[in-house]
């Protein structure tokens, strides 16, 4: 009971969902009903109308028959009769990042002949077919693209190029990617659509607010040109259409340090000469204008466009050029060799020479004006100055002048050069004269000649040897009798210098005695003059004593007379000398002047002064001296 109860409930469940299902459908075709996903759009068809599409004309705008214009956004959308329509449901356009889609119209007003892409108009980006329609969209390739995003478009009017379907659209995936300009580089532009290029220019000019290239409408809006730009673009990333323009990467102009760059532009403002009257070599202009600016590029990168302009690096550092077998780094010199000069004694022979030249930065325009590059003011102005110089004058010199006085040939070239380089803007450093290579008979002549000189020197030497060897011979002689000429010559010199001794001797005893003459006078000249000075001083001495004394002696008689009277004090005086002294008053000896000869007389008197003079020395004499007594009074009667 129970399975036949399932059973019949499962039938019954099927025959309402049937039911359902065919009531939906009976809806559907009743109501018309259409649903789009989130990710679709649908593409509407009319099968069929009053009126019919005129011909030419692809989308219906007023209800035709035909493919519509609107679309079907995601949603349910009803009384779309099948009977009436068809709607196709289309994947929504997606347009991954880093890459931009292209827009062929399928519909629309034909593209003028001067056009080659079809005119941006206010569509939504092509999400609006009906205002694309009415704005006057042109059919065909579209000028307008497509960046990164999600677009509800009506692939009825307009097919979407992408890089999933470049290829089969006849395109190569690279095209509908972002375009990248690399650092260093810089993106030399070639439009495709726009106004020709006007006569005698070779590029449009440049063209404001158009963002790069990236907004072709105004570009054109603005009277852009088609063909070659002016304007580059610089590094980084661009949304560009590549039906509108190509783009070609070309590195930045690079200014080496020790360079300037002359600008020679081919395109610009008209030129106008600010060179001033006295230059007369062509026209310097400012920098913009068509010609050669007058402002050198100095060291450095630069976003130039290499199609319209050409730089012309000039070095600023000293250029060593050679007229020699070698070259310099530079390249400059290549073409140039020695140079064959003829002398005025009728010999050719060659010259190397270096030139040292120097071009100033501010000049380094007006010598490009004047030459057109730096390798022709080498071979069209120093070669031909330097070589005539070096042609000319050699036919003034002998070889041998070159050869002995090469430094002032070099001062001479150096001079001239200096002058003649600086009506072409360009400073001679300095003129070097290297290698001379005279003729080879003449270096002959002068080999056997300098050979001749040189046997007459060998000559001359062998003389002075031969001399030398003579003079040694007699030098040998003397030295085998040099013992017994010694011995004479020692016996002479000591002989000569035995009287030599005694000379010397005489004359030092005679110097002696002189020398001891003269101290002995001058001492005595000196004691003399001492002994003179003392004596006076001695007697200017006693002098002033014996005036103190006698002042003296004089007052203390004066003040005795005064006390004791004058002849008291005389006969005072004379008994204090006589104590003083030891006046004796009785004579020791008294001989009488009797004539009796045996009472003795004066002989007696005179013997005993004599045995008392011998017996009674003086006590006061010093010792080992002769005392002197004193004098005896002698008392005759």
């Excluded at 109501?31 to 099968?47: F, H, R, S």
């Excluded at 001989?591 to 003079?613: H, M």
Aim: aromatic fraction near 6%; include cysteine.
């Amino acid at each position: 009971m129970l399975l036949v109860l399932t059973v019949s409930t499962f039938y019954a469940f099927l025959a309402v969902l049937v039911g359902l299902l065919v009531l939906l459908l009976l809806a559907k075709s009743l109501l018309g009903i259409v649903v789009i996903g989130e990710l679709e759009v649908g593409i509407v068809a009319k099968k069929f109308a009053r009126t019919s599409l005129a011909a030419g004309r692809l989308i219906a705008l007023e209800g035709e028959a035909g493919l519509q214009a609107d679309t079907l956004a995601p949603g349910w959308h009803f009384f779309l009769w099948p009977w009436q329509f068809a709607v196709t449901k289309e994947p929504m356009v997606v347009v991954p990042q880093g890459e931009i889609g292209l827009v062929v119209a399928n519909g629309g007003a034909p593209i003028p002949p001067s056009h080659m892409l079809g005119r941006v108009v206010i569509c939504d980006d092509y999400q609006d077919a009906r205002a694309f329609l009415l704005a006057g969209g042109e059919k065909g390739r579209q000028l307008g693209i497509l960046t990164a995003g999600t677009y509800r478009i009506n692939t009825a009017l307009f097919t979407i190029i992408t890089r999933r379907n470049a290829e089969s659209m006849g395109m190569s995936a690279d095209e509908l990617a972002v375009y990248r300009v690399v650092p260093d580089a810089v993106g030399i532009v070639t439009t495709l659509d726009g106004v020709p290029i006007e006569a005698g220019e070779i590029a449009g000019p440049v063209i404001p607010e158009h963002d790069n290239f990236q907004d072709g409408q105004r570009f054109l809006a603005a009277g852009g040109r088609r063909g070659l730009q002016e304007q580059v673009l610089l590094s980084g990333a661009w949304n560009l259409n590549p039906w509108f323009c190509r783009v070609e990467q070309v590195p930045m102009t690079e200014i080496p340090i020790g360079h300037v760059g002359v600008v020679i532009s081919f395109v610009g403002r008209p030129a106008q000469d600010v060179s001033g009257a006295d230059f007369t070599h062509g026209n310097l202009v400012e920098a913009g204008h068509k010609g050669i600016w007058v402002t050198p590029l100095y060291p450095g990168r630069q976003p130039l466009n290499t199609r319209i302009m050409r730089v012309e690096l000039v070095p600023t550092t000293n250029i060593v050029l050679n007229w020699a077998v070698r070259t310099e780094a530079h390249g400059y010199d290549n073409s140039l060799s020695s140079i064959t000069v003829r002398s005025r004694d009728g010999f050719s022979f060659n010259l190397d020479v270096a030139q040292i030249i120097h071009v100033a930065a501010l000049d380094a325009p007006r010598v490009i004006s004047r030459v057109g590059s730096m390798q022709n003011l080498v071979d069209h102005v120093l070669e031909p100055i330097v070589g005539n110089y070096f042609r000319n004058s050699s036919q003034e010199y002998t070889v041998l002048d070159y050869l002995t006085n090469r430094a002032e040939r070099q001062r001479d070239a150096a001079t001239f050069i200096r002058v003649a380089l600086a009506t072409y803007n360009v400073q001679a450093v300095d003129t070097l004269i290297g290698d001379i290579v005279p003729p080879a008979q003449l270096m002959t002549t002068q080999t056997d000649r300098k050979l001749a000189e040189e046997q007459r020197k060998t000559y001359e030497v062998q003389q002075a040897a031969q001399t030398q060897r003579q003079a040694l011979v007699r030098e040998t002689s003397i030295a085998d009798i040099q013992s017994e000429l010694v011995k004479s010559e020692q016996g002479v010199n000591i002989a000569e210098l035995n009287a030599n001794s005694q000379v010397k001797k005489v004359r030092g005893e005679a110097e002696a005695a002189k020398l001891r003459a003269g101290g002995e006078a001058e001492s005595t000249r000196l004691r003399a003059i001492a002994d003179s000075e003392a004596t006076r001083l001695r007697g200017v001495g006693e002098a002033e004593a014996i005036r103190a004394i006698g002042q003296a002696k004089s007052e203390a008689y004066r003040v005795g007379v005064d006390s004791l009277g004058t002849r008291e004090f005389t006969a005072l005086q004379l008994m204090q000398i006589i104590g003083d002294r030891q006046v004796k008053i009785t004579p020791d000896i008294q001989a009488n002047g009797g004539t009796n000869a045996g009472s003795g007389g004066l002989v007696e008197a005179l013997v005993g002064l004599l045995v008392r003079a011998q017996a009674e020395p003086s006590a006061g004499a010093a010792p080992g001296a002769a005392a002197t007594p004193p004098a005896p009074e002698v008392s005759a009667a």
